[in-house]
Structures are given as C-alpha cells and as structure tokens.
C-alpha cells in the first residue's frame, strides 16, 4: 500500500509527496503538526497539513530569509526571530560571530520539541548560547519592545492560523517601532502566482509599505511551496538592499552557503514583470 501526503495549492491543484512512514503526529493547542519521512524530500515538516519545511529544500528559505538582509546590515548585534520554531533560521545566525543575541519568539513549544526529535539537521540552531526560545505570540511579544533590535526576521506561517496576526499593519507597526533606527525587517512574503496567495501577498506588501520608508520584494526557487516561486519581503528604516549591499564584507566571512551568493543576491530582487505589476498596484 502506498502512502502519500497530499497539499492543496488550489481548488484544481494538488503537490503530493510520497511517504515511507509518519515519525510523529500531535494536536497541540494551537495546530496539528505531523513529521513525515520521504524517499525524495527526506524528512518533512506540516502543520494543519501544509508544508513547512523538507530535508531536501529547506536550506533555500532559511538561507535566503538571513543571508540576504545581513550581507546588507554592517553592524548586526541583536536579532529578533519570530515564528522559526524548526531552527533553522537560527541555525543561519548563529553563524555570524558578531551576532551577541539571537531571541526566538515561537507560540507553539510542541513544534520546537518535535523539531529537536525528529529534524535535528534544523533544530540544531537552538544549541547556541546566543539563543534565548520564549513561547508566546509573537504580536504581543514585539508590542513590548522599541529601538531594541538591529534585524527581526518574521519566519511566520501562513497567514491564517497561528500566523494570521503577524500580517497585520499592526504587527508591522509594532516590528518598525522595536527596531533600531538602521533596523531591517525580513519577512516570508508568500507566492504571487496562485491567486489566493497573491491577494495575501499584496495585502502583506501593502501594510509594510505603508509602515517602511524602504521595502522591496526579493525571490526564490522552493520547490515544495506552493508553484516553487516564493517571495520575501525586505523593508528598512535606512538602509536599501542593493545599494548598500556589502558583498566583499560578507564574502570575507567564509560562510558556505548551497544557494545564497552575492550574485544572486542582486538578481533576487529582479522580478518577473507580473509580480512587479501586482506590487506596484499596492504600493500608491
């Protein structure tokens, strides 16, 4: 008998993955989190029964959600993380020696002990001294705080669910508030090419327009999100994600990285002409 795990992407589309066995399964109080292992994909990471990560691809996001705002800012000390319960957006800062505090705002503590279980390969970024895990919502974390951070990386869900106040113009009000005045917000911006998910795209673009004086939409492939074609958002209170990248200064570092390099980082903010049109509509 064969057994699959199967995503609707829309009314007419479905991803499907085929699995060897499920590792683990809960219903917390916040979501349903399964742990599946797969031939192809490794093992992979759904909540409510969408995807969150997979062995095979996940570097990609996490690489892409770091990299590209801390080749960017020149002087990161302390970080936010919001959401990022799998680690794996940790794992990526902690390889910054000047990184002093890394704080990891996730509302669900079961994802975090599933994730240490069963996807070391990510969860291993909580290992690090500079790691502080505090469980609770992440809006109401960020209300508390201004002119604290030097970067907030929002490694939210979906927005529905758990996720769904951390795409609010509230909660990107709060983020700009409790940043430093050089600050940058990196942020998943979901898929532009289905059309429910390029509706919450746009509103997402929208308020964090109306929120930053500097945001800007930069791309990747990810091939077990929704169409593969998957945006993030950058938006800074000085600093611009082109102009002031510093590509020798991060070069120097040593870190190997599978997909982020300083070439692509440029041409990741070069996007199709559709995409560019959708977000132009938002943006006044």
Not at 173 to 184: H, P, S, T, V
Not at 228 to 240: D, M, N
């Amino acid at each position: 008998m064969e057994l699959w795990f199967t995503e609707k992407h829309t009314e007419h589309v479905k991803f499907s993955i085929q699995v060897d066995r499920q590792l683990y399964s809960s219903q917390s109080e916040f979501q349903r989190i399964d742990i599946f292992s797969s031939k192809e994909f490794g093992r992979f990471l759904t909540l409510d029964g969408y995807m969150m990560l997979t062995q095979k691809d996940e570097f990609i996001y996490h690489e892409m959600m770091v990299h590209v705002p801390m080749a960017v800012h020149p002087k990161v000390r302390k970080v936010l993380v919001i959401g990022g319960g799998d680690g794996g957006t940790a794992r990526e800062l902690i390889r910054y020696p000047a990184i002093e505090q890394i704080d990891v705002v996730e509302i669900d503590e079961e994802v975090v002990s599933a994730c240490r279980t069963h996807l070391p390969q990510t969860a291993c970024g909580f290992d690090d001294e500079r790691v502080r895990l505090y469980y609770e919502d992440g809006l109401k974390y960020v209300r508390r705080y201004e002119d604290a951070y030097d970067l907030i990386l929002v490694d939210s869900t979906d927005p529905f669910g758990p996720g769904e106040g951390l795409f609010t113009k509230e909660f990107y009000g709060n983020c700009y508030k409790a940043l430093k005045a050089d600050g940058i917000m990196v942020n998943q911006h979901e898929s532009p090419f289905y059309p429910n998910d390029a509706v919450a795209m746009q509103r997402a673009h929208k308020r964090i327009v109306d929120s930053f004086p500097i945001s800007k939409v930069y791309q990747a492939h990810i091939p077990t999100y929704p169409s593969g074609h998957w945006l993030f958002g950058f938006a800074s209170k000085r600093y611009h994600p082109l102009a002031d990248q510093d590509a020798d200064r991060w070069k120097a570092l040593g870190i190997q990285t599978r997909y982020y390099n300083e070439q692509l980082h440029k041409g990741a903010f070069a996007l199709p002409n559709y995409v560019e049109e959708m977000l132009e509509k938002v943006e006044g």
